[in-house]
């Protein structure tokens, strides 16, 4: 699985281009980009690199996550995946563009090539967050940050949930590496160590 990490929009959130090696079929994780001159270099990346893409994902449905799915999905015409919970939030571009949106749950399977990603449905910072958990990886959203955590102070947060979807994260291998929604990467075992909102 290769992982091209672009940071866009004006909350700096880190959209993914994951692709497998084998046959160039590729997915996009979270294009919350403001305009369309900003796909331009992630448009570059993926003609360049010959990438076919299957589908765009999105962690939740926070704006700075979802607000490039329009752009992508004309260019590329292929569907959205979120969870229910969070689709509402999209609902807007289906109406106004005719988006095929598909529904993840947990245990949804996200697959291209012969790579997968399996959708853990971690609510706290939205109703309808995940992550997605690939071999030896996972792409957190804004569930978990390099010593930090999403913010449970928006319509639809909930501390109590959030709690829960951390200790679930807490119980993957220590040596899985974390691709969050904003800043670094990093990885579970290190969280563990030093994230001081895991240590309650
Ligand atoms: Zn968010
Ligand atoms: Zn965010």
Redesign the pocket.
């Known amino acids: 699985m290769l992982i091209e990490t672009f940071t866009v929009g004006m909350l700096s959130t880190n959209c993914y281009v994951v692709s497998s090696q084998y046959d160039k079929e590729a997915i996009i994780i979270d294009p919350g980009l403001d305009s369309s001159s900003e796909a331009k270099q992630i448009f570059d990346y993926i003609t360049q690199s010959n990438l076919k893409i299957k589908l765009i994902v999105n962690t939740?449905g926070?704006q700075?996550?979802v607000t490039g799915d329009a752009i992508f999905q004309e260019k590329y015409n292929v569907p959205i995946y979120i969870h229910k919970y969070d689709s509402p939030c999209i609902e807007y571009m289906q109406k106004s563009k005719g988006t095929p949106v598909v529904f993840l749950g947990e245990g949804s399977l996200i697959k291209f090539d012969n790579e997968s990603l399996k959708v853990m449905h971690t609510p706290g910072?939205?109703p309808g967050s995940i992550c997605l958990v690939g071999e030896g990886l996972v792409f957190s959203?804004?569930t978990l940050f390099a010593g930090s955590i999403?913010?449970t102070d928006?319509p639809g947060s909930s501390n109590r949930d959030m709690q829960l979807s951390l200790q679930r994260l807490m119980r993957l291998p220590d040596n899985l590496l974390v691709y969050p929604?904003h800043g670094p990467s990093t990885l579970i075992g290190e969280e563990k160590k030093v994230n001081p909102f895991l240590m309650g």
């Open positions: 939740h926070h700075d996550h910072h939205s959203g804004d999403g913010r928006f929604g």
